[in-house]
Every structure is written in C-alpha cells, then in structure tokens.
C-alpha cells in the first residue's frame, strides 16, 4: 500500500496533503480529449433533437445511442480482451459529467454503461461476456437493471419474485414484477433479481424475446419524460442456466456493490447539471433588465450566482477526489490475476460510504443549484421549453433512486462504525493548521472531525449493536460526515490548485473556500447539535459552537468576486 492510499473513512481521523488529492486540475490530455468528443457530440446530435426525444421518441434515442458507441463512449469500462478501453474512474466520471447536458439522454447512456453494463463486466463469466459485452458496448444491444418490484424498494432483500430450476436442469422459471425499470421500453438485455426457492437471491441475464417476459405500458413521469421506465413482467419466464449471473445467493454482492458505482456516477451527472443550470442562470442575468439595469447587477442575483459556483466547486470536488481515490486502489491491482474483478470490487466496495456521502451530497446540491437558478429566470423558468425548467423537473428523482437519500443516510454512519470509527478520538488529529492561506479553514475542519468523532464515540458506547435501529440520530450523524468530506474536498483542491495559480485566480479559488466554510459551519453545526440533543449529551451539545469558531470576515467580498466572475464568463468558473 502506497503512503497516498487511503482506506475509507481515513479522511475523519488523518491529515490529508492537498498534493495526494486528485483534483480537475490533474485531467490528462486524454481525459480533456474524450471530454470534449462528449461535449462536441451532445451539442451537435442530442441538443438539436431534445424535444423529440422529450417526446418519447426511443426510436431516435436507440440511434443516438449507437452514434455513442461509435465514438468510443460505451468502451471506457469495459476489458480490453473484449474490446474495450478499461479506462480509469476519473474518465468515467468526466464522460459523465459531460452527459448531464444531453438531459434525458444522459440518463438513459448512464443506466446502460452504469448498472446495465457493470453486472456482466464484473460477474459474468468468459462466456457470457463473449456472448453479450462486445454488443453491449457497440449498442446493438441496450442493458437495463431490474431489482426494484412494487413492493420492495429500499427493501431490496425483500423481492419477492421468484426463480425454480427445472427438473431437467436446463433451465430457470421467472415469476413476479419489476417496477421502474429504466430503459426497459428498449433494453435487449435486462439484469434480473429473483429468490431461487424464494430464499436465495440471485442475479439472471434476461433476453428480451424470451417467452413469459412482457412489459407494462410507459410510466407517465413527473420528469425524465425522454427515458423509458416501464414495469418488467415475469410469468413463468424461461431463462437457461447459462445465464445465471454470478452464484445462487449472491445476487445481493451483485445489487449493492454495483450501485456503489452507480451512485458515484450519479454524483458526477449532478456535478454536469449544477455547471448546465449555472451558465443558463448566468447568461440570463446579464439579459433580464429591471430597473433599467441587468439583474445581474443587484446584490439579490449575485449571492445566487456566488453560492451555486461555491456549491458546484464543492461537489466537482468530492467526485474527482473520490475517482483519484478508488483509481490509485484499483491501479495496485494486477489484471492478469485469478479473481481480478473480486478483487476489484472490494477496491470500490471499500469507498462504500464515501459512493453514499457524494450521491447524496451531489444529488441535493444539485437540487439547490437548479432551484436557485430557476429562481433567477422567474416565471419564465416555469416556462416549458427553458432548459432550466427541464432540469428542475428531472432533477427531482435523483434524490430517491439509486437508494433513496434517507437509505444512504442510514448507510453512511454504519458503514464508518463498522471500520471502527466508534471508538476512535481526535488524538490523532493535527493540533494546529498552521499559518498557511487556508489555516482557518483547516481549524474548522479539525473542530468538525474532533466533534463527529465523539458524537461516533457517543452512539457507540450508548446503543452498541443497536445504533442502526436510532434513525434519527444516524441521520444526523452522517450529515456531519458528509458536510466534513466536502469541505475538506473544496478546501484541499483550493490549496492544491491555488499554488500554480495566477493572483486573480488564487483570489477566486479563496472566495470559493471561504463560501464553501460558512456554508458548512452552519449545517455541520445543526446536525451535530441534532445529534447530540436526541442522544441526550447535554454537555457536547455546549461544546460544539464553541469548538466550530470560523471566521468569515471577507465573506461578502468573496460573494461578489464570485458573482463577477460567473457572471462575466456567463459559466462554471473553475
């Protein structure tokens, strides 16, 4: 293990060098090269066609899906021996985030790279991957995810259809109904959960012209009306053995270890649409007039536009931190090694809290961005046909699939006790930040870890075994992890990034640490002090706005540098 490797939940209890983190700045010529072939060909193939596709014509998305492929797009996580890239996360990600402005049609090439491809690259066998990976990744085949049923959602465990071998051994008979299946109305290919016996859990490759197999009529959505969604039925479905994913019972390794991907991806697909929504309420700012001058101009506009860069900076952090991350683990990997992707999925499984922390902070930051934004447009962001009205309908489901944000919530805070965060103090903890540009913010970040890690304390020693079962308290729990990875995310690439800057440049990313510290104090310290109210500690619950002293003098300053520059490029300034 390398001295940069960090094992999950290391950034609570040891200091972080600003230089090991993997930040925007790090992008190879590469990975700007496979950006920009994104961003070129959303702007010139999707972007045209959004209305139509808008309108639910899949014939037109299943095409642009296949112009994807031709372009590279569906190889970046595939195996080289089957033709595929096996890039790293960090361009996983960016192609992602790149994705965002393609709207509907981002979502549908995330479900079929994401949880659509995953599942086969990481559990299926030589054969199976032969048979389906090379069609997968030229789209002449399109992947879906079937795991959640009418009545088990964030109960994933608790499906109930169900699988029986057949007497003969050839083949397995599939029962039971699959509920918001995306790209269902097109998918060949779809990854189905059942219960062999209706005890073990397990995984099946699903064709879709195999007899039983039907599918109920589009779901009339709230957003995403560019995206299929249908129910996937099952009756007496027969699907061969061969096509067993992975082992009988294991399916739930399969289920929870590839939404571990999925969240983070999700998170970078936020990160696109907090920049998409940024640049549309920037540029019409500077159009709007009132009072005879640009709104852009009055003080209401700009703190919007200077809190949702700081908020974007904050989430484009926790992404490409966590991708450099999980890359530097995998890359200690060898892949001509037996049980390469075992291996490989207990490198990610690893950052299983920290997938959570960005899913969940990405997901709502993106929600506040495009809420204030839209904000921006008045009623004419009501308005259908603004891009920003789409956004905000969209938008919303993100905080409910991939596992609703409460489930991730309840995950982030278990997952940390389990690594034996409970019983750990902040002796560890540097005792000072020294005298550097970020010093205060650091002290920040030392009293915020020094207090989440005696509330842990806390939970442990009181409730033991049962901690999971006080949600309230769990809930509070991991919003003070969350909000402690994210600035220190934002205040680390600030320095990292800051060092080769330029001086206007170095004021900026100044400005956005300081917005992003203010932010954070105020919502670290709510759920801390939750926290430490329901569990009945009277006396942390004193010590916690004495321990979070910041001081934001400048802050103003910092807004309206911010503002000004947004403004001016009319985009995401860093």
């Known amino acids: 293990?390398?001295?940069?490797?960090?094992?999950?939940?290391?950034?609570?209890?040891?200091?972080?060098?600003?230089?090991?983190?993997?930040?925007?700045?790090?992008?190879?010529?590469?990975?700007?090269?496979?950006?920009?072939?994104?961003?070129?060909?959303?702007?010139?193939?999707?972007?045209?066609?959004?209305?139509?596709?808008?309108?639910?014509?899949?014939?037109?998305?299943?095409?642009?899906?296949?112009?994807?492929?031709?372009?590279?797009?569906?190889?970046?996580?595939?195996?080289?021996?089957?033709?595929?890239?096996?890039?790293?996360k960090v361009t996983s990600m960016l192609v992602m985030e790149k994705m965002a402005f393609a709207r509907n049609f981002g979502l549908t090439y995330m479900a079929h790279t994401g949880i659509g491809m995953l599942p086969l690259i990481y559990y299926g066998t030589a054969e199976q991957k032969e048979r389906y990976l090379g069609r997968l990744a030229a789209a002449e085949m399109l992947g879906a995810y079937c795991l959640t049923e009418p009545g088990s959602g964030s109960d994933a465990l608790g499906a109930k259809s169900a699988a029986t071998l057949s007497d003969d051994g050839k083949y397995y008979t599939?029962?039971?109904?699959?509920?918001?299946?995306?790209?269902?109305?097109?998918?060949?290919?779809?990854?189905?959960?059942?219960?062999?016996?209706?005890?073990?859990?397990?995984?099946?490759?699903?064709?879709?012209?195999?007899?039983?197999?039907?599918?109920?009529?589009?779901?009339?959505?709230?957003?995403?009306?560019?995206?299929?969604?249908?129910?996937?039925?099952?009756?007496?479905?027969?699907?061969?053995?061969?096509?067993?994913?992975?082992?009988?019972?294991?399916?739930?390794?399969?289920?929870?270890?590839?939404?571990?991907?999925?969240?983070?991806?999700?998170?970078?697909?936020?990160?696109?649409?907090?920049?998409?929504?940024?640049?549309?309420?920037?540029?019409?700012?500077?159009e709007r007039r009132q009072f005879n001058a640009p709104i852009?101009?009055?003080?209401?506009?700009?703190?919007?536009?200077?809190?949702?860069?700081?908020?974007?900076?904050?989430?484009?952090?926790?992404?490409?931190?966590?991708?450099?991350?999980?890359?530097?683990?995998?890359?200690?990997?060898?892949?001509?090694?037996?049980?390469?992707?075992?291996?490989?999925?207990?490198?990610?499984?690893?950052?299983?809290?920290?997938?959570a922390m960005v899913k969940v902070f990405c997901s709502e930051a993106a929600a506040a961005a495009i809420d204030e934004m839209l904000q921006v447009h008045g009623g004419y962001g009501y308005i259908v046909g603004h891009p920003i009205e789409q956004l905000y309908r969209d938008e919303r489901v993100q905080r409910i699939y991939e596992g609703t944000n409460e489930i991730n919530r309840l995950l982030i805070p278990g997952l940390l006790l389990r690594k034996g965060l409970g019983n750990r103090t902040s002796h560890g903890l540097p005792k000072n930040a020294g005298s550097g540009e970020f010093a205060t913010e650091k002290r920040l970040l030392q009293g915020m870890k020094s207090i989440y890690l005696a509330l842990s304390g806390l939970m442990a020693q009181t409730f033991g075994p049962k901690a999971a079962a006080e949600q309230e308290i769990m809930l509070a729990l991991a919003d003070a992890a969350i909000e402690i990875f994210a600035l220190e995310s934002a205040v680390l690439r600030a320095e990292k990034d800051s060092a080769a800057a330029t001086d206007g440049r170095k004021a900026l990313f100044r400005a956005a640490a300081m917005?992003?510290?203010?932010?954070?104090?105020?919502?670290?310290?709510?759920?801390?002090?939750?926290?430490?109210v329901y569990a009945g500690d009277d006396a942390l619950r004193a010590s916690i706005h004495a321990t979070l002293d910041y001081d934001g003098s400048g802050l103003l300053t910092a807004k309206r540098l911010l503002a000004k520059a947004t403004g001016e490029a009319e985009r995401y300034i860093f």
């Open 174 to 286: 599939l029962d039971g109904t699959k509920q918001f299946s995306t790209n269902s109305g097109f998918a060949d290919l779809l990854t189905v959960f059942a219960k062999v016996d209706k005890v073990h859990f397990t995984a099946f490759l699903v064709e879709r012209g195999t007899p039983g197999l039907s599918f109920g009529p589009e779901e009339r959505k709230m957003g995403l009306h560019g995206s299929s969604t249908r129910q996937v039925i099952l009756d007496k479905a027969r699907v061969p053995v061969e096509n067993l994913l992975g082992e009988v019972g294991r399916g739930h390794k399969i289920a929870f270890n590839v939404l571990n991907v999925g969240r983070f991806k999700l998170g970078a697909l936020c990160v696109g649409q907090m920049k998409y929504a940024l640049a549309e309420g920037a540029s019409y700012a500077n």
């Open 515 to 532: 917005a992003c510290a203010f932010r954070t104090r105020q919502r670290f310290a709510m759920a801390a002090e939750k926290c430490a």
């Open 296 to 355: 852009a101009s009055f003080g209401a506009i700009r703190e919007k536009l200077a809190d949702v860069t700081a908020l974007t900076f904050a989430a484009e952090s926790v992404v490409y931190r966590l991708a450099g991350m999980i890359d530097d683990r995998l890359a200690t990997l060898d892949r001509q090694a037996a049980g390469y992707y075992t291996r490989y999925q207990q490198g990610i499984e690893e950052y299983a809290a920290e997938c």
């Open 1 to 88: 293990m390398t001295e940069t490797l960090r094992n999950g939940g290391d950034f609570l209890i040891r200091e972080t060098d600003c230089r090991t983190l993997f930040t925007p700045a790090d992008f190879t010529d590469e990975h700007r090269q496979i950006a920009a072939t994104t961003e070129q060909f959303v702007a010139d193939r999707i972007q045209p066609v959004n209305e139509d596709i808008e309108a639910g014509d899949f014939e037109l998305v299943v095409a642009r899906m296949r112009e994807c492929a031709g372009l590279g797009l569906m190889l970046i996580d595939v195996p080289e021996e089957y033709g595929g890239l096996e890039l790293d």
